[in-house]
């Protein structure tokens, strides 16, 4: 059964940093690409940033490009989103999600698998 379980969210204040953590299991890690998605209240669900594992080839969105890093740890099967400068903007219920490796995409409709999310709030 494929799982993906998210970690890491709360709260924090403006120019503050989290750390988010997707456990995948149940499937062959190196064989899917993992994305990062938030909805905010009232939004449609926004990609944040993607990641190939096999290659590290990744892309962002523009509003967290130089803000936002997104890695893999291979060995541990787990798929990590650094935030840094966030600002209440950045507030939203944050997704990991997975697909089976093929084009990178960030586009929600694309991928296949989703975990719980986590919510990360930050306030003024």
């Known amino acids: 059964e494929v799982q993906l379980v998210e970690s890491g969210g709360g709260l924090v204040q403006t120019g503050g940093s989290l750390r988010l953590s997707c456990a995948a299991s149940?499937?062959?890690?190196?064989?899917?690409?993992f994305g990062w998605f938030r909805q905010a209240p009232g939004k449609e669900r926004e990609g944040v940033a993607c990641?190939?594992?096999?290659?590290?080839?990744?892309i962002y969105s523009d509003s967290v490009k130089g803000r936002f890093t997104i890695s893999t740890d291979r060995a541990k099967n787990t798929v990590t989103l650094q935030l840094g400068s966030l600002n209440p903007e950045d507030t939203a219920v944050y997704y990991c999600?997975?697909?089976?490796?093929?084009?990178?995409?960030?586009?929600?409709?694309?991928?296949?698998?989703w975990g719980q999310g986590t919510q990360v709030t930050v306030s003024s």
């Open positions: 999600a997975a697909v089976s490796s093929g084009q990178l995409r960030l586009w929600a409709l694309w991928y296949d698998y």
């Open positions: 149940g499937f062959t890690f190196d064989d899917y690409d």
């Open positions: 990641i190939k594992p096999n290659d590290g080839s990744t």
